[in-house]
């Protein structure tokens, strides 16, 4: 997802879900390591992954995003709860999320 | 009637220069934020302890503290950045202090500070943003590890009409 | 209105005697905890081997110690009796505090096994 369809998407999606105008936003940049794995505590939260990166994992309680695995039939941008990134490749990635976060 | 709670984070140290941002959620019930307190658990590395003198005498000689590094919060509400403070040892806990030819003080026997800092911010910012960062090469060159552990004191409305 | 809703929190055990501690939380629009459940991809594991403290709003409703094995359901109890009834419980937060230690027991030989609670709820709808 680029961050011009993501910056229409958020408002659109929190209004779906009851939020409205109550919720921030954050831009997050992870670099993750060769192999490394990362774990996001993100219940009621939403992390609305930005640009294609490949050689990554990403599996969360909304789907999964891994673009070279042939078994997944659909691809999943926007992640919640648990979500566990893991960096296949053999070198350093850059993953770029914007976080929502639903107000109290 | 109001409860006062603690949220504990800990996050380890082991790179000089090492800058740890970190996210802390903050319960629904929290009205208010109202201390923040730093904690610290030394791992590995010797920190430079100035030598006491052969000879005892009264200490009035004021020594260099060692910084290890230094927190900052940001709430997301109109509060933004809210709180800085310096992670500090104290070296000059026997400063004019003489019992210490009996009983040398230590960081954990003299403490200087045991209460949280007081602030008040609106419990409202769900999350707060913290960034560590550590300074400790510049006053030590060798390696070294420590573990911070922060604390966030929260004050709650308790509806006793249960 | 009031909708039933079932939420599902999973922690992975990699370890033999490992303990291990994780806060969930639940949505905002959910207004009661009516009951929960414990399974796993390796019942006999967590039902010879589990203990948990389980915590809701920083209520504890089961302390350390309290066997895993009392809080399955077998295929023969009736669906709708498989959770454990906790009555009404104001979730307030909304945080879940699981803290999950295996225990060896002599008889299974560990491997990795997930262990999932259940959590059977009540949402506001704005319908």
């Keep these: 997802m680029t961050v011009a369809l993501a910056i229409e998407y958020i408002p659109r999606r929190m209004m779906d879900i009851g939020v409205g105008m109550n919720y921030y936003l954050r831009f997050r940049h992870f670099v993750l390591r060769a192999g490394e ?32 695995d042939p078994t997944i039939n659909e691809q999943s941008y926007e992640h919640q709860g648990t979500i566990s990134i893991y960096n296949y490749a053999p070198n350093s990635t850059h993953i770029r999320f914007i976080q929502v976060i639903p107000k109290n | ?27 629904r019930e929290a009205e208010n934020i109202i201390g923040i307190e730093m904690g610290l658990t030394w791992i590995t590395g010797i920190p430079p302890v100035i030598a006491p003198p052969l000879e005892w005498a009264l200490p009035m000689d004021i020594k260099r503290n060692l910084v290890l590094g230094e927190l900052k919060f940001q709430s997301y509400e109109k509060a933004n950045m809210f709180y800085t403070q310096e992670l500090v040892i104290n070296q000059n806990t026997d ?29 409202n910012t769900t999350i ?7 300074n400790f090469s510049d006053q030590f060159a060798g390696a070294y590890s420590y573990i911070i552990r922060v604390y966030v004191w929260l004050e709650a409305k308790i509806d006793q009409s249960n | 209105m009031l909708k039933p809703v079932k939420k599902r929190f999973d922690i992975q055990i990699t370890s033999a005697n490992q303990n291990i501690t994780k806060t969930f939380e639940l949505d905002k629009n959910i207004k009661s905890v ?39 359901s077998g295929i023969n109890v009736s669906p709708k009796q498989r959770y454990y009834d906790l009555g009404n419980v104001n979730p307030g937060n909304g945080s879940i505090r699981l803290v999950f230690q295996d225990t060896d027991d002599g008889r299974t030989v560990f491997s990795a096994y997930r262990v999932s609670l259940y959590v059977d709820c009540e949402m506001e709808d704005a319908i």
């Design chain 3, 34 to 72: 009516k009951g929960l459940l414990l399974t796993s991809d390796k019942d006999d594991l967590l039902y010879y081997r589990g203990s948990q403290k389980i915590e809701i709003n920083k209520e504890e409703y089961f302390p350390d110690n309290y066997e895993s094995k009392l809080l399955m």
């Design chain 1, 37 to 68: 794995k990362i774990e996001l505590n993100a219940d009621n939260q939403f992390f609305i992954l930005v640009d294609e990166v490949s050689e990554v994992l990403i599996q969360s309680d909304f789907g999964l995003y891994d673009l070279a």
């Design chain 2, 1 to 27: 009637m109001k409860r006062e709670s603690v949220i504990v984070t800990n996050f380890l140290i082991d790179r000089p220069k090492q800058i740890k941002l970190f996210q802390m959620k903050i319960p």
């Design chain 2, 95 to 123: 400063t004019a202090d003489f019992t210490s030819k009996f009983f040398p003080p230590k960081a954990y026997t003299h403490q200087y500070q045991l209460n949280e800092e007081p602030i008040k911010v609106n419990g």
């Design chain 2, 128 to 134: 707060l943003q913290g960034v560590y960062r550590d």
